[in-house]
């Protein structure tokens, strides 16, 4: 349990107010020296149903084009509010799950037997997100969607988005792990980028721990068992990208087999997304945010 503010590290973190977790997935370093991801393109939060207007005009002014919303219907008829727009930015409903609830919590109680500390059941989460999001039966195509956005030749390249679930945790951090997979960000830095979720929802994460105590019996009140299942350690993102190898064959072979992209789309994303660092230009320190992590 935290007992003082987290001290979220920027970059990647933005604040914007009313959104939780809202970070570039840019600036990484790839496995090829000099090269990094482009920054200020590719953006990842929570739901931003809540956001106040003063995040709007942050995000305005971060030039989103897109806002792509992971989540189910399911999830959208629970609540009461209507997701918010705001002019400059088109709202793309791009569900995984077409009427499941993968909000934290449901997450959590569907596979909570596997809660023991192990990344097993967060592997096996995500191998079903992994699954739903090329299901042939889901009319809008969810990561292909995404990716032919990236994929923009270059006479009209990608504009920013943000791409999001509940909290923008389990369903967006697979998405983001294999846009960086594809463009060579080594196993351990994307796994971290997606552990940084912990810092990103550290505000939220009493509130998701103490509604999962209350809500289900086979907890028995434990709540450290509860706190395993809703932290977003390095290692289930390893694990998934260990199955993503072993099913699939690679990540490019799951987009290109699977998702359905074409071997020239990947190089356009490859092309759009990678960059040269300038001269004296340093990629995001990512292991300067285990500093911050420690404070969890």
């Not at 084009?65 to 709202?91: C, N, Q």
């Not at 959590?108 to 039966?137: M, N």
């Not at 994303?269 to 340093?282: P, Q, S, T």
Request: hydrophobic residues 40%; negative net charge; contains cysteine.
């Amino acid at each position: 349990m935290t007992t003082s503010p987290i001290i979220l590290p920027s970059p990647p973190f933005i604040h914007a107010a009313g959104l939780a977790n809202l970070r570039d997935a840019g600036g990484y370093p790839t496995s090829e020296k000099g090269k990094a991801v482009r920054r200020a393109l590719v953006y990842r939060a929570a739901d931003p149903t809540h956001l106040e207007d003063d995040g709007v005009a942050v995000l305005q002014q971060l030039g989103i084009t897109h806002i792509f919303d992971l989540r189910s219907v399911t999830e959208l008829s629970k609540g009461t509010e209507l997701p918010r727009e705001w002019p400059g930015a088109r709202r793309i409903f791009v569900p995984v799950f077409l009427d499941k609830d993968y909000s934290p919590e449901a997450r959590a109680l569907r596979f909570g037997h596997y809660s023991t500390g192990g990344a097993e059941g967060f592997v096996k989460a995500y191998s079903s997100i992994l699954a739903a999001a090329v299901d042939p039966s889901n009319p809008y195509f969810p990561f292909r969607t995404i990716l032919q956005h990236l994929a923009s030749p270059a006479t009209d390249p990608p504009t920013p988005i943000l791409v999001h679930c509940s909290a923008g945790k389990d369903r967006t951090g697979v998405l983001i792990a294999i846009i960086l997979a594809l463009l060579g960000v080594p196993d351990e830095v994307l796994a971290h980028e997606y552990s940084l979720t912990d810092l990103g929802l550290a505000s939220r994460q009493e509130a998701i721990i103490e509604r999962l105590v209350a809500s289900e019996p086979s907890m028995n009140g434990d709540r450290a068992k509860a706190a395993r299942m809703v932290r977003s350690r390095a290692e289930n993102m390893l694990g998934t990208l260990a199955h993503i190898r072993s099913t699939y064959g690679s990540v490019e072979d799951y987009v290109v087999n699977h998702v359905g992209l074409s071997p020239e789309d990947v190089r356009r994303i490859r092309e759009n997304l990678i960059v040269d660092l300038a001269e004296g230009e340093e990629p995001v320190d990512w292991r300067r945010h285990t500093l911050a992590q420690a404070q969890l």
